[in-house]
C-alpha cells in the first residue's frame, strides 16, 4: 500500500479573477500565500520525502513553501489544460461566444478551439499518474505527494478511486487536496480524506 497526497497549488491572481487559467504561468498571488502560509503553520500537509509537480510557477513556489527540502520531480504531463481561445478569459467575457456555449452545453467534454479536448487533457494527466507510480515503484517509495492543478487531480481520481464518482465530484479548492491510501495490486486509490482548506 501506497500513501500519496495530491495537492491543489494556491491562489494566484487569474484564480481570483475566475479566469480560465491554463498555459499562462502565473505566480502565486498574496492572498494566495498567505492562505497557504496559514495551512502550513497549522500542519495540513503530510510530510514529503519526495515530492512531484507540474512544472508551472504556481505548483514550484506552492512546493518550494510547502516542502522546501524535499526531492522535487517536475513532470510535465500534470500541467494544467490548455484552455485556447478561452485561455484567460472570465464567464463574463466568453458567455456570448457560441463555442463557449456549446462547450458549456458539453458539461466540459466538447472542444475548446485551438485548445486541448478533454479527453487529451485526461489521458495527458494519467500517463503523468502512472510516470509517478513507476518512479515510486522503481525507488522503493512508499509515500508520495503531488502538487499539481485541480483539473489534474479531478482527472486522476476520476479513473483511480474505487468509489466511482464523475469528474466534477472531485474539485477540491486552491490549497486544499486529498490523502489517499492506494493498493498497487488493485491500481486504486481504495481510500481518501480531503484535505480542506481553513478558512
Known amino acids: 500500500m501506497k ?23 502565473e505566480t502565486l498571488c498574496d492572498e494566495g500565500r498567505a492562505a497557504l502560509e496559514k495551512m502550513i503553520k497549522a500542519s495540513a500537509y503530510p510530510a514529503g520525502e519526495i515530492v512531484f509537480s507540474s512544472p508551472m510557477q504556481r505548483c514550484v513556489e506552492t512546493v518550494k513553501l510547502i516542502y522546501p527540502e524535499s526531492e522535487l520531480h517536475l513532470i510535465n504531463g500534470l500541467r494544467e489544460c490548455d484552455f485556447g481561445d478561452f485561455e484567460g478569459k472570465t464567464y ?20 475548446i478551439p485551438n485548445g486541448e479536448s478533454t479527453d487529451c487533457y485526461k489521458q495527458r494527466c494519467l500517463a503523468a499518474f502512472a510516470e509517478v507510480l513507476r518512479f515510486m515503484e522503481a525507488a522503493d517509495r512508499k509515500q508520495a505527494v503531488i502538487i499539481c492543478h485541480g483539473g489534474t487531480i479531478m482527472s486522476i481520481l ?5 468509489e466511482k464518482k464523475s469528474f466534477y465530484e472531485y474539485q477540491v479548492e486552491n490549497c486544499g487536496g486529498y490523502i489517499g491510501n492506494f493498493d498497487e495490486k488493485k491500481q486504486l486509490f481504495v481510500s481518501l480524506n480531503r484535505i480542506s482548506v481553513l478558512t
Open 158 to 162: 476520476e479513473n483511480y478511486y474505487q
Open 3 to 25: 500513501t500519496i497526497c495530491l495537492i491543489r497549488h494556491a491562489k494566484t491572481a487569474g484564480n481570483l479573477e475566475r479566469r480560465y487559467i491554463g498555459r499562462t504561468d
Open 92 to 111: 463574463a467575457e466568453l458567455c456570448d461566444n457560441p463555442a463557449y456555449q456549446r462547450f458549456l452545453d458539453s458539461r466540459g467534454n466538447g472542444v
